[in-house]
């Protein structure tokens, strides 16, 4: 693959040039809930690549997909609950109620990355929008980003290192 293509996917740089009308309408379309979500797309896509992992999780911040043995999270953040840097919009409405709300989401997402983190889990956070924008691409990244905890473990059990693995 191309170098540089981890960029974009996690939250931090996020890529304000993909946003589209059909994203924002997705994003939309997510908050009202639809069949598809992006969460079972990209858990069937793991599981079609042979990957085994848990869906339900009493893990702090409750992940979407837990990898116990490579100690690997993934929340697929919604673009909307989780400010996405590029489709955040907040409703005009109760303005006020709706910053601070969105505000103390992604604050709370902040303290749940440190604390997994702390205890050695790998947090990777994806954002809705890449899973609708290039879903092999997004599981890619989570599919090399596992495997490396894989190698890495073996390597080094003592040392549940971040292994270079790219999270915010
Ligand atoms: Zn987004």
Same mark, same amino acid.
């Not at 009202?32 to 992006?38: A, C, M, S, V, Y």
């Not at 069937?44 to 690549?49: D, G, H, I, T």
């Given at each position: ?40 797309? %990209?858990? #069937? @896509? !793991?599981?079609?690549? $042979? ?9 702090r911040g409750r992940p979407d997909i837990v990898f116990p043995r490579e100690r690997v999270v993934v929340f697929i953040d919604g673009c909307f609950w989780h400010g996405c840097p590029a489709h955040a919009t907040r409703p005009a409405a109760n303005a ?15 303290? %749940?990355? #440190? @604390? !997994?983190?702390?205890? $050695? ?48």
């Open positions: 693959m191309r170098g540089g293509y981890d960029h974009g996917w996690i939250g931090i740089d996020c890529m304000t040039d993909v946003l589209t009308q059909s994203q924002r309408r997705y994003c939309m379309s997510q908050i009202k809930g639809r069949d598809t979500t992006p969460e079972l797309l %990209v858990r #069937s @896509a !793991l599981f079609r690549k $042979g990957f085994w992992f848990r869906v339900r999780s009493r893990l006020a109620f709706w910053t601070e709300k969105l505000k103390s989401n992604v604050d709370r997402d902040r303290e %749940v990355d #440190s @604390a !997994l983190g702390s205890e $050695g889990w790998c947090v990777l956070r994806v954002w809705e929008h890449d899973v609708k924008g290039d879903l092999s691409r997004t599981v890619g990244l989570i599919a090399r980003a596992v495997m490396r905890r894989r190698t890495g473990t073996k390597r080094s059990k003592a040392a549940p290192g971040r292994g270079g693995v790219a999270q915010r």
